[in-house]
């Protein structure tokens, strides 16, 4: 399974971005869809979820700012990011938990990672 992300740039501060990630290859079965984002020196922190089933979940930071959405037929996520900040600016990555088989493991697998940088 391999996922492409698009979408990152360079934005000012109060500027939106949309990112999208497209997962390839054998997919007998997609669960959970996500973004993480990392920032120079820090960890690498969940930004939003998105169910098969379309529930969502939100880091604190971004509620009421960032939605996430997917589409299941292209087996692709979207993160729309409104109102950005210069704490924004991080890599952020993909992420999917799929089955390659229909009787194998649940697995997670990784974009490469898209830059966003929000200037002030």
């Known amino acids: 399974v391999q996922l492409q992300a698009s979408g990152g740039g360079l934005v000012q501060a109060g500027g939106s971005l949309r990112l999208s990630c497209t997962a390839s290859?054998?997919?007998?079965?997609?669960?959970?869809m996500a973004w993480y984002r990392q920032a120079p020196g820090k960890q690498r922190e969940l930004v939003a979820l998105i169910t098969s089933g379309g529930s969502t979940n939100y880091a604190e930071p971004v509620k009421g700012r960032f939605a996430i959405s997917r589409d299941n037929a292209k087996n692709t996520v979207y993160l729309q990011m409104n109102s950005l900040e210069p704490e924004d600016t991080a890599v952020y990555y993909c992420?999917?938990?799929?089955?390659?088989?229909?009787?194998?493991?649940?697995?997670?697998?990784w974009g490469q990672g898209t830059q966003v940088t929000v200037s002030s």
């Open positions: 290859g054998s997919i007998a079965s997609m669960n959970a």
């Open positions: 992420n999917c938990n799929a089955k390659k088989r229909f009787l194998g493991p649940w697995e997670d697998y």
